[in-house]
């Protein structure tokens, strides 16, 4: 496969994201939750590959990163967007609606003045943040054989995912093309 080709499968398997995500949103809203974990788990495996993909051609760049950014943000925010418009609106439960957005927005507020938006903190931070979803969803699932097999698929596909992600990211701070935090901590002065 030559690098286009691969920057062009990298950039599909990106952008089927986005309808995954739609779809996502819309079965966690219904509280289908065996369905929407299920194709959450599938947004995150078309993640794992897209990268894998690009780099395993040459056909990595800068504007397939970003776009790969980019479809994660817009996933993750329609699947809590989803879950938490339908447990509010439809399990008329408030505390199961705004903890997503508490946790998730509290650990950014928390975080963001030591972050720039590719260090390599805010892509950690963006890995925690899917747990936290992820920890929400299972936590209202059913846990039949189906939601079983799923849940160890991703983790099947996770732990490999977050062992590459984070070597890549050493890699990307030795070489000086990412920093840890944004700055250096300030020293305490009395």
């Known amino acids: ?31 289908n939750f065996s369905v929407g974990f299920a194709l959450y788990t599938l947004g995150l ?18 504007a397939g990163a970003e776009l790969d950014r980019r479809a994660d943000i817009v996933f993750n925010l329609l699947a809590v967007t989803g879950f938490c418009a339908g447990a509010y609106l439809i399990w008329g439960n408030l505390w ?27 892509k950690i931070r963006s890995g925690v943040i899917r747990l936290l979803l992820l920890a929400f969803v299972c936590a209202k699932l059913s846990w039949s054989a189906f939601d079983d097999v799923i849940f160890f698929t991703l983790i099947a596909f996770g732990i490999p995912a977050i062992m590459h992600e984070w070597d890549v990211t050493k890699k990307e ?3 000086g093309k990412r920093r840890w935090f944004k700055r250096p901590l300030a020293p305490i002065t009395a």
């Open 45 to 62: 495996i078309t993640d794992v590959l897209d990268g894998g993909v690009a780099r395993k051609t040459g056909g990595t760049s800068d």
């Open 96 to 122: 199961w609606a705004v903890a997503p957005f508490i946790a998730t927005g509290g650990l950014v507020v928390v975080t963001r003045p030591f972050f720039q938006p590719h260090s390599a903190a805010s």
């Open 1 to 31: 496969m030559t690098p286009k080709t691969g920057q062009t499968v990298a950039a599909v398997l990106t952008l089927t994201r986005l309808p995954i995500g739609a779809l996502v949103a819309y079965h966690l809203y219904h509280g």
């Open 173 to 175: 701070v030795r070489s």
